[in-house]
Structures are given as C-alpha cells and as structure tokens.
C-alpha cells in the first residue's frame, strides 16, 4: 500500500470513530420530521433523508406497517477512546 492510501483509510477510521462515540439527538430528529417515536422504538419513512452520521449508527432496521423500525448501536467507552485517539487524523 502507498502511504497515500494509509493516510486515506486511517483519516476515514478517525471519522467514523467519531460518528459512532458521538450520542444521536433524537429530539432534534424527531422534531425535524426525520424520525417517529413509537413507545421505546424509533420508526422513519425514509433512511435515505437521514443525515450521514445517523444513517452510519444504524444497526438494524425492519419494515414493519409503521415504517422502518430502526436500532441503533450505542457509544461504547471504547469507541470513544478511539475517537479521542485519533481526533488529530480527522478532517475538521
């Protein structure tokens, strides 16, 4: 591999690190009409409008009559050290 290309993927790791320790703000896309909360599970009509840094965090989703039911994975502590670690790597 040419040291361009290590760059590449090591800058690409430290954004998605990123995205995964960073908590989603499911009031904000609830009230932008991205997402419906039904009891403790989140539903949309459209994963494709979702912003990217969601859409990275989904887990599953099920088609279901509500739209799609949605899971999504959590920040771990790791996630987040790794994240911390390599925030220099990041494009601002």
Same mark, same amino acid.
């Given at each position: 591999m040419k040291t361009e290309e290590i760059e590449e993927i090591r800058k690409e790791v430290a954004k998605? @690190?990123?995205i995964l320790a960073t908590p989603i703000d499911f009031?904000?896309?609830i009230?932008?009409?991205l997402l419906k909360q039904v009891g403790t599970s989140y539903y949309t009509d459209n994963v494709? @409008?979702?912003p990217?840094?969601?859409s990275?965090?989904?887990k599953t989703f099920t088609p279901t009559k509500k739209g799609l039911k949605l899971t999504f994975?959590?920040?771990t502590k790791k996630m987040i050290k790794l994240a911390k670690d390599t925030e220099h790597l990041r494009d601002k």
């Amino acid at each position: 591999m040419k040291t361009e290309e290590i760059e590449e993927i090591r800058k690409e790791v430290a954004k998605v @690190a990123h995205i995964l320790a960073t908590p989603i703000d499911f009031d904000k896309l609830i009230s932008d009409g991205l997402l419906k909360q039904v009891g403790t599970s989140y539903y949309t009509d459209n994963v494709h @409008a979702l912003p990217e840094n969601i859409s990275k965090k989904i887990k599953t989703f099920t088609p279901t009559k509500k739209g799609l039911k949605l899971t999504f994975y959590k920040e771990t502590k790791k996630m987040i050290k790794l994240a911390k670690d390599t925030e220099h790597l990041r494009d601002k």
